[in-house]
Nanobody
Framework: QVQLVESGGGLVQAGGSLRLSCAAS????????MGWFRQAPGKEREFVAA????????YVSKSVKGRFTISRDNAKNTVDLQMNSLKVEDTALYYC??????????????????WGQGTQVTVSS
């Protein structure tokens, strides 16, 4: 298993950009599909983006497609989420997550068994 710590959240104006980073500790990072999820108050946790174990495949949710990009660096044990053209509705607590070892690309939160504590992103109008 891996331990995950998110950083990079903050307050930005609509239309602005923010880059979130997730640092992982442990020796199995490259064995895990990595994903980003978000949760706003009163709403269910929502899938944002995922990347395959060696970074060859990516999937981004419809709500952020064309604006957000996920990437990873297995040599550094990090996964990032570049967020551009931010909207007020992007405001949420953003979580980095690792899926079960050797799984395929997945958007299901139940398939992820390692979670960071989250970083807050707030977009003002």
């Amino acid at each position: 298993q891996v331990q995950l710590v998110e950083s990079g959240g903050g307050l930005v104006q609509a239309g602005g950009s923010l880059r979130l980073s997730c640092a992982a500790s442990g020796r199995t990072f490259s064995n895990h599909v990595m994903g980003w999820f978000r949760q706003a108050p009163g709403k269910e946790r929502e899938f944002v983006a995922a990347i395959s174990r060696i970074g060859g495949s990516r999937y981004v949710s419809k709500s952020v497609k064309g604006r957000f990009t996920i990437s990873r660096d297995n040599a550094k044990n990090t996964v990032d989420l570049q967020m551009n053209s931010l909207k007020v509705e992007d405001t949420a607590l953003y979580y980095c997550a690792a899926a079960r070892q050797y799984s395929g690309l997945t958007t299901r939160h139940a398939d992820y068994d390692n979670w960071g504590q989250g970083t807050q992103v707030t977009v003002s109008s």
